[in-house]
């Protein structure tokens, strides 16, 4: 089992950048598929970006693309995501995950989850 721990959100503006992290303790992101969700106000979780348990397949909502990318450390007990080119509909509370899943987009598909860290971001 594997606890997940959030850091790294916080208020900024309109094209500025952030680095969430998401360190495990327990064990490793190893051999699990791990990911970034996000939920707004009113809205439902939603998929950010996927790592596959090996680390070397990723994807990316449409939404995000080209601005935000997953990685973990060498030791493979930190997740991130960097975001760049922040916009405000990417203000939500965001969310890392991990289970022995197959690599999937669906919440429901996740057994370990962190608190979240809410990113706001102003216009």
């Known amino acids: 089992q594997v606890q997940l721990a959030e850091s790294g959100g916080g208020l900024v503006q309109a094209g500025d950048a952030l680095r969430l992290s998401c360190a495990a303790s327990g064990r490793t992101f190893s051999g699990y598929s791990s990911g970034w969700f996000r939920q707004a106000p009113g809205e439902g979780r939603e998929f950010v970006a996927l790592?596959?348990?090996?680390?070397?397949?990723?994807s990316y909502a449409d939404s995000v693309k080209g601005r935000f990318t997953i990685s973990t450390n060498n030791a493979k007990n930190t997740l991130y995501l960097q975001m760049n080119s922040l916009k405000p509909e990417d203000t939500a509370v965001y969310y890392c995950?991990?289970?022995?899943?197959?690599?999937?987009?669906?919440?429901?598909?996740?057994?370990?989850w962190g608190q979240g860290t809410q990113v706001t971001v102003s216009s």
């Open positions: 790592m596959s348990r090996s680390g070397l397949t990723t």
């Open positions: 995950a991990a289970g022995p899943t197959i690599f999937s987009i669906a919440p429901q598909e996740y057994a370990y």
